[in-house]
């Protein structure tokens, strides 16, 4: 059995754990939920959907928000 899944964040290798959500991934990497936006294999994922569990072969792209008129 596999003790990890390989993902492409941003644009990189990274290995994350079976089961491991993309609010997981956020909080390993030292980030806060609102620091960030999130999408996953080019759709965007607002914050209370980031409870979806991330799949071998996932993109992933974290990016900051940017607000204004």
């Known amino acids: 059995m596999n003790d990890t899944l390989s993902i492409q964040l941003d644009g990189r290798p990274h290995a994350v ?18 620091a960030v936006a999130t999408a996953v294999n080019g759709v965007f994922v607002p914050r209370p959907a980031r409870d979806q569990a991330l799949r071998a072969g996932d993109a992933v792209l974290l990016f900051q928000a940017i607000v204004g008129g």
């Open 17 to 34: 754990a079976p089961d491991t959500t993309l609010a997981d991934l956020v909080a390993a990497l030292g980030h806060t939920p609102e």
